[in-house]
């Protein structure tokens, strides 16, 4: 257990984070499998090696307003056979980060309705557990879905508009701050910088908080004035909403369109659409019967009640693609 030694405080203290919420950071970080290297090579176990003074050192330039962020490392990944753009933070980046974004996150749990779902990076598998729980209950409850996804979600986010919300719920000496975060430039392996002027990069930790408080103007406050009786489970941009009929879903599904519109932001065709929850009870007929979910798939399963008896409920299990990434990871460890 790591001696915990008290940050002696600064004498200009513009942004009053508490130095528990850096050690906080710390410890999810700890918990987190993989931390990307950021522009000077560091590793967490880098940062460990003086782990009090570099605490305290980060704590004082979080908290004296000055911080400057160190330039993202900028990397191209594949995901999905496409080409996507990550820009990675040093490891000290991430966790002044981290602590910004779990203090403003207790600072505005009551702004966030309860349809969301929030994972940080050490709990995720536990929160799309509940997520997943919550989805199987209400369509237990209603018989038509409106699943929904938003097409190139990061890159698509108003910069100014997200700065505009997010300055409804923060002053002005924490706009500057994440200003600079959010600013902030790349630079490649051959030294080249890059700005990012539109959307939102991915990588970095505190963009977990703008965009879902992008979401919550564009989308999830929408919902609860116009649509307070369906409800609804998010995590990110994926959406759920449970609706009683195939009109419903159909009225929400194309307000929603225009809804989003207005963001700047599309809805996925191809990941978005209408579903029956098709079971042992709901025997109509409709084009789509099944939808994924966090990497779960929601269809008609045979279960087996207390009392022996067979029944067709509509219920999640992992998903084929799931799976099959897990039987090769088991393979490839039986291997070494």
Not at 160 to 168: A, I, K, N, P, V
Not at 300 to 327: D, M, W, Y
């Amino acid at each position: 257990m790591t001696n915990r030694l008290s940050c002696p405080r600064n004498e200009i203290n513009l942004l009053n984070i508490p130095q528990s919420y850096v050690w906080k950071a710390y410890y999810q970080a700890k918990l987190t499998k993989k931390i990307a290297v950021g522009i000077d090579g560091k590793t967490l176990r880098d940062f460990q090696s003086d782990l009090n003074s570099n605490i305290c050192r980060l704590w004082r330039n979080l908290s004296s307003g000055n911080y400057q962020p160190p330039l993202y490392r900028r990397v191209t990944i594949l995901k999905n056979g496409k080409s996507r753009v990550l820009g990675n933070p040093t490891v000290s980046d991430y966790l002044a980060q981290l602590a910004v974004r779990l203090y403003l996150r207790e600072k505005l749990k009551s702004v966030f309705h309860r349809g969301l779902f929030i994972g940080e990076e050490h709990n995720y598998s536990k929160v799309v557990k509940i997520a997943v729980a919550s989805v199987h209950r209400h369509c237990q409850m209603r018989d038509w879905v409106l699943r929904l996804d938003i097409k190139d979600f990061s890159n698509s986010i108003n910069q100014q508009l997200l700065l505009q919300m997010t300055s409804r719920h923060v002053n002005s000496k924490w706009m500057i701050l994440l200003n600079r975060w959010l600013n902030n430039p790349q630079i490649d392996h051959k030294g080249v910088r890059y700005h990012h002027t539109k959307g939102v990069l991915a990588g970095p930790s505190i963009h977990h908080l703008l965009t879902d408080l992008y979401l919550h103007h564009a989308f999830d406050d929408w919902m609860k004035i116009n649509f307070a009786h369906i409800p609804f489970e998010r995590y990110g941009d994926d959406m759920v909403c449970h609706c009683l009929s195939k009109m419903q879903a159909e009225k929400l599904f194309s307000q929603t369109r225009k809804r989003l519109s207005k963001y700047h932001l599309m809805v996925n065709s191809d990941k978005s659409k209408i579903v029956y929850c098709k079971d042992g009870k709901r025997r109509g007929n409709y084009i789509h019967t099944t939808f994924d979910y966090l990497k779960y798939r929601f269809e008609a399963r045979r279960v087996t009640t207390r009392k022996g008896t067979k029944k067709l409920i509509f219920s999640p299990g992992r998903s084929s693609g799931t799976k099959r990434r897990r039987k090769k990871g088991s393979s490839a460890k039986r291997r070494k």
